[in-house]
């Protein structure tokens, strides 16, 4: 178990080493392929930014209000017969267009429940096996100029879906 521990802190400075290595061995001018790529980092960053924003802002507009806990509540009868907490409701639906703010959901979530109660366990699994599907969409689908996503979106759904129900039965277990 420690040779994993070492492995797993050395692995950063161990890809730095051998990429700059191999840019050297190559004859590459490492400092200005890191300059030019930085500036493409803040391009991309300044592209996606009002997507970023406009997403912050529609999240903190559901939860302010109180929407999802309303939706929550009324969709409890259905997610009862699933063995699914509708506390959770919220937090699955956050996560799959912020991560930042579903984490927020999770702490409340152990504010309220406690984190080693079935709540807690089953949200914490939740976040782990789901994915912020529309921001992944709208970031990187935008950067890469994607305009026929197919099904992307129907996968992500199902995927998301399947995430869900594994969560259920591996904390039921």
């Known amino acids: ?5 070492y ?25 200005d392929a890191f300059i030019e790529g930085a500036v493409d980092g803040f391009r991309t960053v300044y592209k996606i930014l009002p997507t970023l924003i406009g997403l912050m802002i529609a999240i903190g507009v559901l939860r302010e209000s109180g929407a999802l806990e309303d939706v929550a509540t009324w969709i409890a009868p259905l997610t009862s017969r699933f063995h699914f907490p ?15 703010a579903a984490t927020s959901l999770l702490l409340d979530i152990y504010k309220q429940f406690g984190t080693d109660s079935r709540l807690g366990i089953l949200a914490s699994v ?20 994607v305009t026929k996503t197919r099904y992307t979106l129907a996968g992500a759904l199902f995927a998301t879906l399947v995430g869900i129900v594994a969560s259920v039965l591996l904390v039921g277990l």
Do not use: H, N
């Open 1 to 5: 178990m420690r040779f994993l521990y």
């Open 7 to 31: 492995l797993s802190d050395s692995m950063i400075p161990l890809v730095l080493i051998l990429v700059t290595g191999y840019g050297l061995l190559q004859k590459v001018d490492i400092f």
């Open 86 to 100: 509708s506390e959770l409701v919220p937090l699955v639906t956050v996560k799959m267009f912020s991560s930042s």
């Open 126 to 145: 939740l976040m782990s096996c789901s994915e912020t599907i529309f921001y992944t969409m709208s970031v990187y689908f935008m950067t890469a100029k």
